[in-house]
């Protein structure tokens, strides 16, 4: 039905800068909008940022400043910039889209199988 791949994780210095990128495909009607989560070892899943369609975004407190979310709506792609990256920000880092399918009235929750990000001297 709907597929989410995120790329771009990896292995980066204290300070430095990665990009993830997540495209959704399928059957897709319409998305309302699309995030980002993460997930460190013995931690619950928490919020990292979320853009509308319309570009409205909002951010964890712990990444303003730092990460930007963009999105290209055409593409059915989101992208996290972040940067200044520290060691707490290690994770799972997890895309996450309100999508209606083409044969559906109603949006729900979909969600990639995530990529990890590794910050680390």
């Known amino acids: 039905q709907v597929q989410l791949v995120e790329s771009g994780g990896g292995l980066v210095q204290p300070g430095g800068s990665l990009r993830l990128s997540c495209v959704a495909s399928?059957?897709?009607?319409?998305?309302?909008?699309m995030g980002w989560y993460r997930q460190s070892p013995g931690k619950g899943r928490e919020f990292v940022a979320r853009?509308?369609?319309?570009?409205?975004?909002n951010y964890d407190d712990s990444v303003k400043g730092r990460f930007t979310i963009s999105g290209d709506n055409a593409k059915n792609t989101v992208y996290l910039q972040m940067n200044s990256l520290k060691p707490e920000d290690t994770a799972v880092y997890y895309c996450n889209a309100g999508i209606r399918l083409a044969y559906r009235n109603s949006y729900r929750d979909y969600w990639g199988q995530g990529t990890q990000v590794t910050v680390s001297s």
């Open positions: 399928g059957s897709i009607g319409s998305i309302n909008a």
């Open positions: 853009i509308t369609t319309i570009g409205s975004t």
